[in-house]
């Protein structure tokens, strides 16, 4: 890593964005995870539609959808994407959400932000929609799980790491 340059800093070191216009486009996709960490009876709630803010799981799949596509606005010098799909899905355990988010793109530049981000800000809303009945919810495992596309190809964590 020491004989990297930093990508985001000019030759006086400003901050910059990247310059990936002599890229050539590619079908990119990334595919991220989370969990909300929750009392079983919380997600007893979630699973059984029975949490009085209304439908928690409908609800934080568009927030992830919308927050995906908001993406550039949030992390400084993330280039603004042409957005090709988004997937939000999820699964629950005995005491938690797992978020995954899945984000595909035909462009210049990988969409693994994306990816994050939609999973980070589903889990937040899962949050919001259930902290009158847990308090005690945590947010953790965000994580890159997936990429494809671009010149460092693909790439996928192994479990476990």
Not at 11 to 27: C, F, I, N, Q, S
Not at 112 to 129: K, P, Q, R
Request: hydrophobic share 40%; with cysteine.
């Amino acid at each position: 890593m020491a004989d990297r340059e930093l990508t985001h800093l000019d030759p006086l070191g400003r901050a910059r964005m990247v310059d990936v216009t002599p890229k050539e486009p590619t079908h990119r996709r990334a595919l991220a995870r989370c969990k909300v960490f929750m009392k079983p009876e919380t997600t007893a709630l979630v699973a059984n539609n029975a949490v009085n803010k209304g439908d928690v799981l409908g609800a934080a799949r568009i927030a992830g959808i919308q927050a995906s596509k908001r993406t550039p606005d949030l992390i400084p010098l993330c280039h603004p994407l042409l957005i090709g799909s988004v997937y939000i899905n999820f699964t629950l355990g005995d005491n938690f959400v797992e978020v995954e988010a899945q984000v595909e793109t035909v462009d210049r530049t990988g969409v693994e932000m994306e990816a994050l981000t939609a999973a980070s800000i589903a889990a937040l809303t899962i949050y919001d929609m259930c902290k009158s009945y847990d308090r005690s919810m945590i947010i953790g495992e965000l994580a890159l799980w997936e990429k494809t596309g671009g010149k460092s190809g693909s790439w996928r964590r192994e479990e476990g790491e």
